[in-house]
C-alpha cells in the first residue's frame, strides 16, 4: 500500500509489483494472512506480481512498485507555482496515533488509529484525478510539514497553513487537545 501511494502521488497509474521476502523461518499462519492481505491490494488496485525471490533469513520485506504516467503529465514535486493552494485527502495523524497505540499510549477509541496505522489506503484514484489539475503533488506519509518541505524546497516557494482547517478526526482532535502535540 505504501509503494502504491507513491505512485498515486505523481499522478501514476500502478500496473505491477515485485515482492522479495525473506523469512526466518516458515511461519504458515502469518504467510497466511500476509498473502492474503497482498493478494487483495493488488485485486483491488488492478497490479500484477510478476516476480521477487523467496529466501531465508532475517525478516525482510521488499517491495517494488511500478506505474506509468503520460508523457509530461507527472506530478513532480518541483512543480509548485507561487498561488496555488494546498490539500489534502482524508484525514491527518491518524497513523501517527496508531503508531502511538501500538508503542503504548491509551486512548478512548483506538480502532480507526489501528486500522490507518496497519492498513494504510493509496490515494490512487485521486492522484490519477489529480494529473491533470495539480502542479505538484507528494505523499504525507512522513508528515504534513516534512513532506510539504520536500516540495517547497524543490520548487523554490514557500506556504502558509490554516491550522484550524486541517481535515482530522475526532480521536486525533482529543489527542492534540490533551497533549498539545501537534508533530503528530
Given at each position: 500500500a505504501v509503494n502504491l501511494s507513491?505512485?498515486?502521488?505523481?499522478?501514476?497509474?500502478?500496473?505491477?509489483?515485485?515482492l522479495a521476502l525473506t523469512l526466518p523461518k516458515i511461519d504458515h499462519p502469518w504467510l497466511h494472512a500476509f498473502s492474503q492481505g497482498f493478494i487483495k491490494l493488488a485485486q483491488q488496485y488492478h497490479v500484477d506480481l510478476i516476480g521477487g525471490d523467496?529466501?531465508?533469513?532475517?525478516?525482510?520485506?521488499?517491495?517494488q512498485?511500478?506505474?506509468?504516467?503520460?508523457?509530461?503529465?507527472a506530478l513532480l514535486r518541483s512543480n509548485a507555482k507561487?498561488?496555488?493552494?494546498?490539500?489534502?485527502?482524508?484525514?491527518?495523524?491518524?497513523?501517527?496515533?496508531g503508531l502511538k497505540i501500538k508503542r503504548?499510549?491509551?486512548?478512548d477509541n483506538p480502532a480507526p488509529a489501528l486500522a490507518r496505522f496497519n492498513q494504510p489506503r493509496p490515494r490512487v484514484a485521486q492522484g490519477l484525478a489529480l494529473r491533470d489539475v495539480a502542479h505538484a503533488c507528494i505523499d504525507i506519509s512522513d508528515g504534513l510539514v516534512a513532506d510539504l518541505g520536500h516540495i517547497l524546497e524543490k520548487s523554490g516557494v514557500g506556504a502558509s497553513l490554516?491550522?484550524?482547517?486541517?481535515?482530522?478526526?475526532?480521536?486525533v482532535q482529543s489527542y492534540i487537545q490533551q497533549t498539545g502535540d501537534w508533530q503528530l
Open positions: 507513491d505512485l498515486a502521488a505523481m499522478g501514476a497509474e500502478p500496473f505491477a509489483v515485485t523467496t529466501t531465508s533469513g532475517p525478516l525482510t520485506l521488499t517491495v512498485a511500478m506505474g506509468a504516467v503520460p508523457k509530461g503529465k507561487v498561488g496555488d493552494l494546498i490539500y489534502v485527502t482524508g484525514q491527518l495523524g491518524d497513523a501517527g496515533l503504548g499510549l491509551v486512548c490554516d491550522w484550524d482547517k486541517l481535515p482530522l478526526s475526532a480521536e
